[in-house]
């Protein structure tokens, strides 16, 4: 059973940046593709971004050009560098892991992490 365990949340005021970190053991190699959702208080979970083991990303409109998703497959880390944050950024966000290709739907993904907050003030 793999097991992803996120990092890197915290407060950070509008305009600066965080790198979320999401390690993944146990069995790592049966995902094929890593997402990043975000959900705030009363809403669905938002997909992010995604990135597949051949290194194809995907974003949301909202973050594009600002943040970056990329994978290390040495460390079987995946990360999400958030920049120039704003305070519709605020949420918890979560790392999921899925066996499919570019899964891109919420119930694609089998495994989640217990989610980190990020907090961005204005």
């Known amino acids: 059973q793999v097991q992803l365990v996120e990092s890197g949340g915290g407060l950070v005021q509008a305009g600066g940046s965080l790198r979320l970190s999401c390690a993944a053991t146990?069995?790592?190699?049966?995902?094929?593709?890593f997402g990043w959702y975000r959900q705030t208080p009363g809403k669905q979970r938002d997909l992010v971004a995604t990135?597949?083991?051949?290194?194809?990303?995907n974003y949301a409109d909202s973050v594009k050009g600002r943040f970056t998703i990329s994978r290390d497959h040495t460390k079987d880390t995946v990360y999400l560098q958030m920049n120039t944050l704003k305070p519709e950024d605020t949420a918890v966000y979560y790392c999921?892991?899925?066996?499919?290709?570019?899964?891109?739907?919420?119930?694609?993904?089998?495994?989640w992490g217990q989610g980190t907050r990020v907090t961005v003030s204005s």
């Open positions: 999921a892991g899925s066996g499919k290709w570019a899964a891109g739907l919420e119930h694609e993904y089998d495994y």
């Open positions: 146990r069995n790592a190699f049966e995902i094929i593709t």
């Open positions: 990135i597949t083991i051949t290194g194809s990303t």
